[in-house]
């Protein structure tokens, strides 16, 4: 897998990379219980010549954030999943303090795209050796994402799988059924009115997808690599207005099949307007954490880019 170059330009490199002051891995206290997990973070703080600073629930990453802000990092890593990468990008976007992410969590979707191994441990060698870039990142009504946000039946999926991991846990077979569980619940569209760039229209659909990495479009066959690595966002909208349409279009996405035009309308932009008909407040999924939020949804670039680590050589 190719390293996502979007609109990135080198930063300042230099030995090591990321700059001369402390180097802080933020992790979740509960990768603590997992052998391979812990070894990955301590490899990844003794590789990169840094300590471990841990957090437990929501409310600890942001202590945990605000006391590595006050140690006056020149590198944090996020040992976590896609949700703990966004946190703590989102905190540092726009400082000189350099970011990197070692994957642990489910699907790793952002450590994925930028090349990481999918080892934490082989992934925190690559990250001692890598370099920062500064690449802007994606925000809506203030919140960043990184790898994609959406309105529709992707954020239902979310709240189904919640109730599934806290009855069955949180495995990735778990993941699959809440979607087949959501799909079987669906039974109508959305109304929405986009504006992408300043041009608007009106549009029926189940899915409302704003991407910003094109990891997950590469993975699936989609339309959108080249708008992403331009700078934009690549906007799909889901062609499915009954449960069998629905079906068809993830039996087609699974099979690698799906066709612009067909299956999903494409729109590329950097600035997006998003209502949803008789909504004052939209459920938006990003980044597998999920939010109510006053429509409409304005969506665009970070003004300062994130300085980010990533390896020279993708695995």
Same mark, same amino acid.
């Given at each position: ?218 993975? /699936?066959?989609? $339309? ?5 690595? #331009? !700078?934009?966002?690549? =906007? %799909? *909208? ?28 494409? /729109?590329?932009? $950097? ?5 949803? #008909? !008789?909504?004052?407040? =939209? %459920? *938006? ?31």
């Amino acid at each position: 897998m190719p390293i996502e170059d979007t609109d990135a330009v080198p930063g300042d490199l230099g030995a090591p990379a990321f700059g001369d002051g402390p180097v802080c891995v933020i992790t979740n206290r509960k990768s603590g219980r997992n052998s391979r997990d812990r070894n990955a973070v301590e490899a990844a703080a003794e590789t990169l010549g840094g300590e471990i600073v841990s957090f437990s629930g929501g409310k600890g990453l942001m202590e945990a954030i605000e006391k590595v802000k006050a140690r006056k990092p020149s590198l944090v890593v996020a040992a976590g999943g896609d949700g703990t990468a966004m946190a703590v990008a989102g905190a540092f976007v726009g400082t000189d303090v350099a970011f990197g992410v070692l994957p642990l969590g489910t699907f790793n979707y952002f450590a994925r795209g930028l090349g990481l191994s999918t080892d934490p441990v082989e992934a925190s060698r690559q990250l001692a050796a890598g370099q920062v870039v500064e690449r802007h990142i994606g925000t809506v009504n203030g919140q960043v994402f990184l790898n994609n946000a959406s309105v529709g039946i992707y954020p239902s999926i979310l709240k189904v799988r919640e109730s599934v991991y806290r009855r069955w846990g949180r495995r990735r077979i778990m993941a699959h059924w809440s979607v087949i569980k959501t799909f079987i619940r669906f039974r109508k569209p959305m109304r929405v009115r986009l504006e992408v760039d300043g041009d608007g229209g009106r549009y029926r659909t189940a899915l409302v997808f704003v991407a910003r990495s094109s990891f997950q479009l590469e993975r /699936f066959g989609l $339309e959108g690599t080249d708008i992403i690595r #331009e !700078g934009g966002f690549a =906007v %799909l *909208l889901v062609n499915a207005r009954t449960r069998l349409e629905l079906f068809r279009r993830i039996t087609r996405l699974a099979l690698g099949t799906v066709e612009e035009g067909v299956d999903y309308d494409l /729109f590329a932009g $950097e600035r997006l307007k998003l209502d949803v #008909e !008789g909504k004052r407040r =939209v %459920l *938006l999924a990003y980044d597998g954490e999920k939010k109510r939020m006053s429509a409409p949804l304005e969506f665009g670039m970070s003004e300062r880019p994130l300085r980010l680590l990533i390896p020279e050589k993708p695995a």
